[in-house]
């Protein structure tokens, strides 16, 4: 029988509120269980995500229901956590309340914002309408049925212009997100292409991969970044570096010197800006990258009430270097962020010193067996490197469950050579597909 906390008497109780049931969000929480307080959650989702794995989602490696946990299952049994879907419509700091997207609203005597990031198209906005981006589960199950709808109309395509630019398929940014959604291209298809769709010539597919960096992940070491060049390209990824997207329309990108690309599926994985926050919070207070700058404690300047953690957070350490926008920063933010609001409620433990951030290292997966990562100031490459990628994520991920069935589904893939089968609806289509077909249907036979 699951033991169950009595409930307290929440009125009389200090109330905190958590905006954002990401990694920082929920590591404040579960920080908090048991803790003398009104604890309530926000998300406009009802479900914890664990974004590193969205890519395999995307690619049909792994089911969405494998890297996705309900909140309110997170924090059964517990009477301190409740959970909330809603969103949040602004944040006052005079007042200490919060406005929900629902017409709600409540008071705070804590708030901590973990809204996480978003993508921002380096000064083009319009570029969001032609692309798909992964930040979330519907995102991913587009990107997964756009990615096999492709195949499926190069299949029966009679012009050959059109069928190229169906197996064109162009990644922007070479960061961990673009160069393992590109390694996962450069296995998966051409096996599937093979097998499944003879009709096919498989030199007609295409997987590039552009960014204007002389190579790719930038942020790691060197070596490790011509280290996962190399293998890309050895799986047939056309890795171009060193190459700034001038512009992107509807099924195409231009780069420089008018050479432009015709391709039905078009992925950003480049610039990220903090979410959320920056919108709520007075402009004063915002910096660059819609990121809010916070104290060695996380607290927002002159509101000692107000925490903002993760992807949202201008947070630096002793040194005055910005924290990287990675999970585990968030987790620790998380953590630490709880630790401070216990203290608060209970002064006889004592405030923890400033927040550090231990960092443990950053990975990239690559292929089977391949993967590359930066582990305490070793770098490290190869088959080593993706065993312990995928004890690390299997271990993050929330739940014993959710680790069996990915491991299953890991399992399967490698004995087998075969992804979770993809059922096509309509998901993986553009808005102006959609568009297009209400039109025709609305048309007089």
């Known amino acids: 029988m699951a033991h169950t906390t009595p409930a307290p008497d929440r009125d009389s109780l200090p109330k905190v509120v958590i905006v954002g049931g990401g990694f920082g969000g929920l590591a404040v929480a579960k920080g908090l269980h048991d803790a003398p307080a009104d604890v309530l959650l926000i998300d406009q989702r009802n479900h914890h995500l664990f974004q590193p794995m969205l890519y395999q989602v995307a690619m049909g490696q792994v089911m969405p229901g494998d890297i996705a946990e309900p909140l309110r299952r997170v924090f059964e049994g517990d009477a301190t956590v409740r959970p909330r879907m809603d969103a949040v419509e602004g944040v006052d700091l005079d007042a200490r309340r919060i406005d929900f997207a629902s017409g709600q609203s409540t ?81 998966l298809l051409p096996g599937i292409v093979d097998k499944q769709f003879p009709e096919i010539d498989r030199k007609q597919l295409r997987i590039m991969l552009i960014d204007p960096k002389p190579r790719a992940l930038a942020t790691m070491h060197e070596s490790l970044g011509i280290y996962a060049g190399q293998r890309l390209q050895a799986m047939g990824v056309e890795l171009m570096t060193e190459v700034a997207v001038d512009d992107i329309g509807d099924g195409w990108v231009q ?38 700058p916070v104290g060695a404690d996380l607290t927002v300047p002159n509101h000692p009430e107000v925490f903002v953690i993760g992807d949202a957070a201008a947070a630096t350490n002793e040194d005055g270097e910005p924290y990287p926008g990675l999970a585990a920063v968030a987790k620790q ?5 709880a630790d401070v609001i216990r203290a608060r409620l209970d002064p006889a433990r004592g405030p923890p010193s400033r927040f550090h951030y231990k960092d443990y290292g950053t990975m990239a997966i690559i292929a089977n067996g391949c993967a590359v990562g930066e582990i305490r100031g070793h770098d490290v490459d190869g088959l080593s490197a993706w065993l312990l990628w995928g004890m690390v994520h299997l271990y993050s991920l929330v739940s014993a469950g959710k680790r069996v069935m990915v491991l299953a589904s890991w399992l399967w893939a490698m004995l087998t050579g075969r992804h979770q089968r993809v059922l096509l609806t309509s998901a993986g289509r553009h808005k102006r597909d959609t568009e297009a077909d209400s039109a025709a249907a609305s048309k007089p036979s």
């Open 333 to 337: 933010q998380g953590a630490y962020v």
């Open 255 to 292: 780069l420089p010197d008018e050479q432009r690309i015709d391709a039905t599926t078009i992925i950003w994985a480049a610039g990220m800006e903090g979410a959320g926050a920056g919108d709520w919070l007075p402009e004063a207070l915002v910096g660059k990258g819609n990121k809010v």
């Open 107 to 187: 008071h705070y005597d804590m708030l901590v914002l973990a809204p996480g990031a978003r993508f921002q198209y380096l000064g083009h906005p319009e570029w969001e309408a032609h692309v798909f981006t992964l930040k979330n589960l519907e995102q991913a199950m587009g990107m997964r049925e756009r990615i096999f709808s492709a195949l499926e109309q190069a299949g029966h395509a009679e012009d050959d212009a059109a069928r190229r630019a169906h197996l064109s398929f162009v990644i922007v940014g070479a960061g961990p997100t673009g160069v393992e959604l590109a390694g996962a291209l450069g296995r």
